[in-house]
């Protein structure tokens, strides 16, 4: 097989295994986590492969419902964060000199102040649960996104036909929906599913400290959190496993940005 088939398939494979991680969470109830003490700080096993917490539940179960709902959270923050950078970065290159100083100034302010703060501060001022972890997600990381939008559209400026576009006498806003923002989207698209484990990662952590989602939540940060009160007592697994877990899907997010952008490269697709 040559480069381009070896891409797809692992492309596709990544795509599957995330899939079916949302889907097998969507489906779980609250009666699959249940507690049971009989068998409760379980190793490892055949029966139960992730072991079992000190309430007796299943650590795998709990496991694919964190990961899940993580995964919705990113893909929410994620599509708002993209929006904010498409719209910034093009009109950043479009606008003309004044929109693109007032874009770039915007952009530094964001970037200065530490994201982890910032998620703090919005969680606190929204309200502890999902929707503020999702409404600081966007305000803050559309900022990398929007500079690789604005370099791209940069680019496609100066190209034949934006200039023969220009010289019929079309609007800025024609040239960029017409001509320039098909062109510029696999870029973005490439930079959308790439963003998607740093809004995973960040999910978790500020659930971690205490800021983001409830106890009740099954969150891998929850999970995370309450696994450190028993690792004194050899409970390994309750923290070992989730965390690999999450390592795993932010591999899989990585493998298929990697895989489309290499897809869309001309210098790459054809090897």
């Known amino acids: 097989m040559n480069r381009r088939q070896k891409t797809l398939i692992y492309a596709s494979f990544s795509a599957f295994l995330l ?35 000190w309430f007796g539940r299943d650590m795998f179960i709990r496991t694919v419902k964190g990961l899940s709902l993580s995964i919705v959270i990113g893909a929410l923050s994620t599509i708002g964060s993209g929006l904010i950078a498409l719209m910034m ?3 950043a290159a479009i606008g003309g000199r004044r929109v693109d100083a007032c874009v770039n100034w915007l952009i530094d302010v964001v970037m200065g102040v530490p994201m982890l703060i910032f998620l703090i501060l919005v969680s606190f001022i929204v309200g502890k649960g999902p929707q503020g972890i999702i409404v600081g997600m966007i305000l803050t990381h559309w900022t990398y996104l929007a500079r690789v939008v604005r370099a791209e559209v940069l680019q496609l400026k100066s190209s034949q036909y934006v200039i023969a576009a220009r010289s019929m006498g079309k609007s800025n806003a024609y040239i960029a929906l017409r001509h320039i923002l098909p062109h510029a989207y696999p870029q973005f698209l490439v930079g959308l599913i790439l963003m998607f484990p740093h809004t995973i990662l960040h999910e978790a952590s500020l659930t971690f400290l205490g800021f983001g989602l409830s106890p009740h939540q099954p969150g891998i940060g929850v999970i995370l959190s309450e696994s450190l009160n028993y690792l004194s007592a050899g409970q390994w697994w309750t923290a070992l496993m989730p965390g690999l877990s999450l390592l795993v ?15 869309y490269n001309p210098y790459k697709s054809h090897e």
């Open 19 to 53: 899939i079916a991680v949302m889907a097998a969470g969507s489906f779980l109830t609250e009666e699959a986590t249940r507690v049971d003490f009989a068998r409760k700080n379980l190793l490892p096993s055949l029966g139960h492969i992730y072991g079992t917490d």
């Open 249 to 263: 899907i932010v591999r899989l997010f990585d493998l298929l940005g990697d895989s489309i952008q290499s897809l």
């Open 89 to 91: 970065g093009t009109a």
